[in-house]
């Protein structure tokens, strides 16, 4: 697998690679201070930056393995948040549905404890 370093956004949320699963880098982060929003909740933010980081590590992963450069910017992002993130490790794992040489379209998902069970 390509080595991966996350930018610092991530790092400063205390994103990190968890694995990688069929090529595809799954992210984590650990419930803390920094991604607290309500007491025993992430906030919608810290949740929107992993699935904003899960893409993009998606994205990058594949042009790295295609051998292309890419300055990466989100052109939109929408959030459907479907639970509340408790206080325990969330994960998200993004898929490429398109990759064109200008533009990609990305589906990310974040998980707790069930990848069948989406929180966003």
Not at 46 to 66: K, M, P, S
Request: charged share 25%.
């Amino acid at each position: 697998m390509p080595e991966l370093e996350l930018p610092a956004y991530a790092r400063a949320l205390g994103i990190r690679v968890h694995e990688f699963e069929d090529g595809v880098p799954v992210l984590t982060v650990d419930f803390g201070p920094s991604v607290e929003g309500r007491p025993g909740h992430y906030h919608g933010g810290a949740t929107a930056g992993l699935l904003e980081n899960a893409g993009y590590a998606a994205l990058r992963t594949r042009l790295i393995e295609e051998g292309r450069e890419a300055q990466l910017k989100p052109v939109n992002i929408t959030v459907q948040y479907l639970s509340a993130g408790k206080s325990q490790p969330s994960f998200a794992k993004g898929r490429i549905t398109r990759l064109g040489r200008r533009n990609a379209n990305i589906t990310v998902e974040a998980w707790q404890k069930d990848q069948d069970r989406p929180i966003a």
